[in-house]
């Protein structure tokens, strides 16, 4: 069975990928591979080794939002097989090693609060350039207009 | 999802996203709109004035590109419907004001340069960043069809 693989990396942004990958899934009959990448940013490490403590509140932060998205998928796509995969990493290139043998891959553009155009972010960028799959980048706009295709089919 | 639009250069990228389109399009029942746009580079607008025929021969260029996509959807996906498009001026940019108006825009990834260059690389990015629907990007590499 081919997989389409959905990043999950936010609340908003897994949201809208799920929505993508589980109505293709279920048309194509394909399992979804949902993908939480996690790391404890630099800013935070400071140069330093952080505790133990905000390496497991980062997983468990990748953990629920996952959790989110299962239910998410579950609710879209009853029929469609759902694998979870948490890993730690650099958001952008494990995602690809993680969807390496995927047929499809979705990813959501990040909003960029204080930024009035939305611009595709770093770790979008970065899964555009180097995914040897196609590609489905889903553009987060205002509440209303994110799903122009919504019950039409 | 109704309508699907697609980037159409004449490269292996655009060609490759013409076949995904045409999949797509057959698995939701949707039309396949094609996009081929042109315009004189600066470098030939530099030197004055342009002849008229110029610009037709570049609107006929983009012309023989929509044919030829449109006769590959058919040939993948004969019961899709196809519409063909043309736009005067950036590629980019024109594809970027058609997502206002589809559901899924499918670009290659790799140019090939020359008349309508810059189509899907900065392009993808451009449109990736700016499309009002979900985009995907096809990749193409050489030699590894």
Known sequence: MDTIAVLINGSEEAAASIEFGAREAALRHCALRLVAVWEVPASILGGGVAGQEVYDEFRETAESLMAEAVAKAAELAPDVPVETRVVKGQPGPAFIEESRDATLIVAARRRHPGIKELVMGSISKHIVSHAERPVVVIPLLGRGQSSRSEGSE | ?145
């Not at chain 2, 709109?33 to 530099?46: D, K, Q």
């Not at chain 2, 004055?48 to 959807?73: D, I």
């Not at chain 2, 559901?103 to 340069?113: M, P, S």
């Open chain 2, 1 to 145: 999802m109704k309508t699907i639009l697609v980037g159409v250069d004449g490269s292996p990228g655009a060609d490759k996203a013409v076949e995904f389109a045409a999949r797509e399009a057959a698995a939701h029942g949707a039309v396949v709109r094609l996009l081929a746009a042109w315009e004189v580079p600066a470098s030939v607008l530099s030197g004055g004035g342009v002849p008229l025929e110029l610009y037709k021969n570049f609107e006929a260029e983009a012309q023989s590109l929509l044919t030829a996509a449109a006769a590959r959807v058919r040939e993948l996906e004969p019961s899709v419907q196809v519409e063909q498009r043309t736009a005067e001026g950036h590629a980019g940019n024109a594809l970027v004001d058609a997502t206002a108006d589809a559901d899924l825009v499918v670009i290659g990834r790799r140019g090939h340069g020359g008349f309508t260059e810059l189509l899907l690389g900065s392009i993808s990015h451009q449109v990736a960043d700016h499309s009002k629907c979900p985009v995907v990007i096809v990749p193409w590499e050489k030699g590894r069809d």
